[in-house]
Structure formats: C-alpha cells, structure tokens
C-alpha cells in the first residue's frame, strides 16, 4: 500500500471513528392515516438532498411501481399516473433501496410527477441519513442541485406493509410532518454553517458559493434586526503522528500536522494544497471573530462572498496578498486579523482551529460533524438542498409561533391558511374580525385585539370583546337597532355577562331583540281611566280628560287630588317656617348671652389687674416712700 493511500486511510478511519460516535439521523414524523390496520405515527430519515417542508405538512397518497421498483430509471413512460388527480391527494413513489443512488432515485420520481419520494430500506437496521454522491461519482452532478421534492428513508417492516396493502388494493394515505423537526423555543434562531474555503471540489464548491452570494443578503437583515445569531465553522482534522514527516501531510497540514484539509484537485503535484485552505479557513474564522467584537458580525458574509470572486483558485488569486485586499476593502482591522491567525508554521495550538476542532464534536441534539458543508439550526442539523429558499424556510421553522419576521411570511416561502375558510377559526363577517392568525408553522386561532380592545374566546367557536370600548367594536357582537329616531343596544360593558335586551325588549340580544307590547300584555296602564298605546321599545299612557298619569304608580290623578296635594303642601311649608324661626331665635339667643358673659368677664379681669400695673387707659400713680426722722 502506498503511503499516500495508507495517508487517506489513516485519515478516514478517524473521521469515521468520530462519526460513529455519535452521528446523530435527522428525522421527521411519518403519519400514516389509512388503511386502518396501518394507522399510527412512524419514523423517518430526512435525506440530505432536495427541499424539506420545515415547519410545515405534505399529506399523500402512496404508490409502488409496478416495474422500475428501485428507481433507477426514469419513469417517463408512467409519468402521467404520478400526477396528482383533480380533488385527490398527491403522489408520494415508494422505490426500494439499492443498485443506484438515493439522488437519482428522488431525481427520476421527480421527473415522474411525484409530490415525495419514500425510500424502504433493503435490510432491517437503524434508520441512515441518505446522503449526495461523493464529488465525480455521479454522471451528471449538476441534477442533484435540481432535486426539489423531499425524501424520506423508512423502514424494512414499514416498507413492506405499505406494500402488502398496496397490493390488496387498499388505499395508503401519509402525512409527512416537519413541524417539529426542528427546534423553536423562541423569538430568535441560533445557527451556523459548517464550510470550507475550497472553491475546486466540482459542483457541491460551486453550489455553495452560489448559496453565499444568494442567501448573504437575507443574513444580514435577520443579523442585524436581531433575529438570528450566526456562527460559522470549518471542519479540520489532524495528521496521524507516523506520517507527520510525509509529503502527504506536509501539503495537507499547518502547525505541525495538528490542522489538515484535502488537497483541493486531489493532486498533491499541481495547483494548491489542503494547507492553502486551512490558512484561508482560519483567516474567515479570524475575520468572524474579529468582525463580531467590533459589533458588525454579518460583515463576514461580504468577506467570503467578495474573497471568491476575487481570489478564486481557478485565477490564481487564492492568497494572503488578495485576502488582505478585501479585508482593508472592508474596513475591518487587518493587524487583528493577522494577530488572530499567528504563524501557522509553529509547532503550537492555534487557539480557533482547536476550537473549531472540539466543536465538530456533538453536544446534545446536534451529534457529530461529519457532512460537508453542514448547517446547524437551533443545535439540530440541517438536511436538504443548500439554497436560499430551502435554507431560509428552515431557518423560518426555527422561530417560535408569532414570533417569526414578516420576511418568513412573504407568499414564495408559504400559503395562508386563513384564506380558506378562515383557517377553521372563529370569525365576525359583518366586522372581518377574525381570530385566524398565519404563522410560518401554521394558522393560530387566538381571538384578537382590535382597536386596544381585547377579545376573549377559544378561538375556534367564539371570541367576545371585553372593557368599556367592547360596543364601539361591531357593538360587542350585540343586537343594535334605530327607528324613529330612538337607538337600541343589547351591548354591556361587563362582556362576562354577554348581550342582553334593553328593557322593552326580549330576546337572545345577539341575533334579536323584539319588542315587548306592554299593552297587549297587560303590563302597564292598567288603571280604569287610562289608554295604552304600544310605541318601538316603550309605551304611551293617557288619562281621561282633567286627569294626570302617574307613570311610578301607573295612576291617573286629577285636579281634587292635585288641591289638595298643594294644601298638604302649602301646610308642611307653614310648619316648617314656624321651626325655622324658632331656630333662628334660639340661635340669636345664644349668640347674645355669649357676648354678654364675654364683656362681664373681661371688665372683671381688667379691675383685678389694675390693682397691681398701669393699664392704658388708666392715669399713673406715684410710688415714692416718706421715712420719719
């Protein structure tokens, strides 16, 4: 064995002990909702290629191939029996695993009008991540970037029953469910892309530049509106310590073998080595975090988008000299840059490459890194097309219900699931209040807020405004009439007690209110010389001539009453002017009693005082004392 082989070797076996310890299989629910012997939940593996429906639902009908099982040729003679029919369900191709790719089996179901594909298994083992062609395995790279159903891998068993009911002539319906495929706790989404900068590895290189030009622009925004936080990161792996003096890992590594990546054309004798990317992976690395300290973390997406354009391989351009150019075009601060990066022929840690290193290694949810380029949503990873839209929609699956920013809501990344039929919530039509609220995961029902007033409810059957404006809002849902002039409401403040008839009325208070004849129900104007006449929510009540009715007493009362009323009163009147002038009296009385002990006590005080000083009204008297000799 050649070195350079048992090189490559050494290297694999170690990135794939990493792996197997603890590559974790991105899933998603697999539903099956008839017949009825197959009803329940299943799981299945999220391929690694195509467009997952994160955050939303794909519901299916299930059809096996009668030839071409595997799929791995097109289906362009039975095309027409994948389209989806007028009124019916989708088409999701079940093919068996083996003989070809899994991408050219998802590509022909594709081109055969498949809604998903559905991969069974061909031996009975844990689920697997279905994953792209190595770079030149493929005939044609350029279709897998195509792809745009997604696929599922399920199981042997699962597999093999969908079959067996197919084959009785039963109807297999799924519901492929990607609601919880990833994490949402929150208002903000925490991700990152796992790259390299190596622009000569074929179509998976090109594909990723073009999803840094496409998506930076996206980025930036959600970045620098604080909805997401990103954080990028390159794989690296370290040269075994027997072949630290090889040519292979000379070209390959930095720092004495502690970094490696692959030698870009997979020729150590032409054009850069793997070490040429494992400088530039660190400058992108020192550039991020020196961008982040400054407060402007998203200029690193203008670095890596304007360093390939500008300094690509394929020119020549792949250097220290052009990278400084963009970075001093930038305006970030070369020096701290050149700082972070440190010389990567010491015998040293690099302190951001060993980082980068102990972060392949999973924490929690996430599992090892192991797939290149890797995105990482919510410590979850990321399966699926690397392209704009199909990242951006992920990404959008990771914001908590509400929370999610208007771009997540714009018509190319989702429908509205209030247009039909109100979603299923409650809605007023004669208002268009509705409690129907679009998510990028779904309608919410949830009774609204309209105009600072709040609407109580479940949301689906009923929602009631509440506070003191509830009847300015569609009248609280209340009934509400006008005639002749005269308005009335069954509107109440307090929205706990509902809508109630004014009085004169009955009825629900919600869809009517009819009014009460009070005169055909003998309930008022009952006395023997009154006439009732019915009005819209009251009555009118006459009195024979010379007579007066009494609405309180529901009397009538005449002008005898009346006289003698006015004596009564004309009496009272004279009583209590006779009190009042008794009170008068008592009161002056008091007053001058008062004022007379006042001016006695005060004469009484100043006679006492004068025996002993002058007062001021008083002449003075001498005081001089006459001795006798």
Not at 23 to 34: A, G, I, P, R, T
Not at 237 to 244: G, K, Q, V, Y
Request: glycine share 8%; charged share 25%; hydrophobic share 35%.
């Amino acid at each position: 064995m050649s070195i350079k082989l048992s090189f490559l070797l050494c290297v694999w076996i170690l990135l794939l002990g990493c792996c197997l310890g603890k590559f974790v299989v991105e899933k998603n629910s697999l539903k099956l909702s008839s017949p009825e012997k197959l009803k329940g939940n299943y799981e299945c593996a999220i391929g690694n290629f195509g467009v997952p429906k994160y955050g939303g639902t794909m519901i299916g009908s299930v059809m096996y191939p009668k030839v071409n099982q595997k799929g791995c040729s097109n289906f362009s003679d039975v095309s027409a029996s994948f389209q989806s029919k007028p009124g019916g369900f989708p088409t999701f191709l079940l093919v068996d695993r083996g003989d070809c790719y899994f991408t050219v089996k998802a590509w022909n179901a594709q081109n055969g009008g498949a809604a998903a594909i559905l991969v069974a298994d061909d031996r009975a083992e844990t689920l697997i991540t279905m994953d792209t062609p190595e770079a030149g395995n493929a005939l044609n790279d350029d279709y897998v970037e195509k792809i745009s159903i997604p696929s599922a891998l399920i199981s042997k068993s699962l597999g093999d029953s969908i079959k067996e009911a197919l084959s009785n002539g039963e109807t297999v319906n799924i519901n492929l469910d990607w609601r919880e495929a990833l994490p949402h706790p929150d208002e903000r989404v925490e991700y990152e892309l796992w790259t390299n900068s190596n622009d000569e590895c074929g179509q998976k290189c090109d594909s990723q530049i073009n999803f840094l030009k496409g998506f930076k622009g996206a980025a930036q925004l959600l970045e620098q509106k604080g909805f997401t936080q990103f954080t990028p990161h390159y794989i690296t792996w370290f040269c075994p310590e027997a072949f630290l003096l090889s040519k292979q890992c000379k070209s390959q590594c930095i720092n004495n073998g502690r970094y490696c990546a692959p030698d870009p054309e997979q020729d150590f004798s032409k054009g850069y080595d793997g070490k040429d990317v494992v400088v530039q992976n660190l400058r992108q690395a020192c550039f991020f975090k020196v961008a982040n300290e400054s407060g402007k973390p998203w200029q690193w997406w203008d670095y890596v988008t304007d360093f390939a354009i500008r300094c690509p391989m394929g020119r020549n351009n792949f250097t220290e000299e052009c990278s400084d150019q963009v970075i001093r075009s930038l305006g970030v601060d070369l020096k701290k840059i050149k700082d972070c990066v440190g010389d990567p022929h010491a015998d040293v840690e690099n302190p951001v490459l060993k980082a980068e290193q102990d972060a392949q290694i999973g924490k929690g949810s996430r599992g090892d890194v192991t797939i290149l380029p890797t995105l990482v949503i919510n410590n979850r990873q990321y399966r699926g097309k690397l392209s704009r839209a199909a990242v951006l929609k992920a990404i959008c699956a990771g914001f908590q219900e509400t929370t999610e920013p208007s771009i997540c809501l714009t018509p190319d990344m989702e429908t509205n699931e209030c247009l039909e039929n109100n979603g299923g919530c409650w809605q007023d039509k004669s208002s268009n209040i509705t409690a129907c609220r679009d998510t990028f995961r779904g309608r919410v029902c949830e009774c609204p807020i309209v105009q600072n007033v709040k609407f109580f409810g479940d949301g689906y059957t009923h929602c009631e405004a509440s506070g003191a404006l509830r009847c300015d809002i569609n009248n609280g849902g209340c009934w509400k009439e006008a005639q002749g002039g005269r308005v009335y409401s069954a509107c109440l403040d307090d929205y706990r007690k509902g809508c109630e008839c004014p009085p004169g009325f009955r009825g629900d208070g919600v869809q009517s209110c009819e009014d009460i004849d009070e005169c055909k129900e003998k309930s008022a104007c009952q006395c023997p010389e009154c006439k009732c006449k019915n009005t819209w929510g009251s009555y009118e009540c006459r009195c024979s001539s010379g007579l007066f009715y009494s609405r309180e007493n529901d009397i009538c009362i005449g002008e005898a009453f009346f006289s003698k009323y006015t004596a009564s009163v004309a009496s009272v009147g004279f009583i209590w002017m006779i009190i009042l002038v008794m009170v008068a009296a008592a009161a002056g009385g008091y007053v001058f009693y008062k004022y007379r002990i006042q001016r006695y006590m005060d004469s009484e005080i100043r006679a006492i005082m004068a025996q002993y000083m002058p007062l001021d009204n008083q002449p003075e008297i001498s005081n001089q004392v006459h001795h006798d000799i």
